[in-house]
């Protein structure tokens, strides 16, 4: 079950979800300030690369359109809920024989 969740988890996360990278950290007496780069999807920190080969753009390109953020958001939300009711299920089983799943 937790396979189903990373199916549609990993293109999600790699493909349009921004994070923001750490940069530079700067120390002032007992304060310390991190700054951030502009948040952005490991996809486009990939596409600005420029020591990326153009085949691999171009293969990540024809990948990217096979995939919309809201049906794999909505994927990931619908394996998550089956995973918590066979969880609830397992649990409420092995609770009427005495013991705790967890």
């Known amino acids: 079950m937790l396979a189903g969740i ?5 293109p999600l996360l790699n493909f349009f979800m921004p994070t923001q990278k750490f940069q530079s950290k700067t120390r002032v007496g007992s304060k310390e300030s991190k700054v951030y780069n502009q ?4 996809f486009l920190r990939l596409m600005e690369w420029d020591a990326l080969a153009q085949e691999i753009k171009d293969s990540l390109l024809a990948q990217i ?3 919309k953020a809201v ?8 394996a998550i809920l089956r995973l918590r009711r066979r969880l609830a299920q397992a649990n409420c089983s092995t ?6 799943l967890w």
Request: no cysteine; aromatic share 12%; net charge positive.
């Open 6 to 10: 990373y199916e549609h988890l990993a």
């Open 39 to 42: 948040p952005r999807s490991p």
């Open 65 to 67: 359109a096979l995939y």
């Open 71 to 78: 049906v794999l958001q909505h994927n990931v939300n619908n």
């Open 95 to 100: 609770s009427k024989r005495g013991y705790m």
